[in-house]
């Protein structure tokens, strides 16, 4: 999508600091980082929120977590632990609309 800052990172019309990009997914990290390891998985397709993906592409999640999992993997944290989180629309404190994953990890998270 033309004005969607995430879109723009994907095309690399936005530097960002990639740890991860395959034909579906692209993974970079948060520029604000809330702990040690704050990454974005983000669907190269543009869908603004959770809300708009619709139930015959969902397999993009399943997809997204093998993602995941592999970066928990590479960061150190899979056995530590780490969260993954989506937020959605405003009082989700969604501030991108481009559906993204957070990776977050590396120090002690509270509820
Ligand atoms: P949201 O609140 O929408 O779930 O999260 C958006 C995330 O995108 C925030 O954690 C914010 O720090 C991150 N972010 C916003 N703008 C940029 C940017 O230009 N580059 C990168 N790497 N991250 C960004
Ligand atoms: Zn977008």
Known sequence: ??????????RGEIPSE?????????????INPK?????????????PTLNDLPDEEMDI???IHKVVKKLAA?????????RTLVNTNKEGGQVIFHLHYHLIGGRQLRA
């Open 1 to 10: 999508m033309e004005d969607c800052l995430f879109c723009k990172i994907i």
């Open 74 to 82: 590479e960061f150190g944290v899979a056995e530590s632990g780490y």
């Open 35 to 47: 702990a040690p390891v704050h990454l974005l998985i983000i669907p190269k397709k543009h869908y």
């Open 18 to 30: 990639k740890v991860y990009e395959d034909e579906l997914v692209y993974a970079f990290k948060d």
């Open 61 to 63: 999640i399943a997809h």
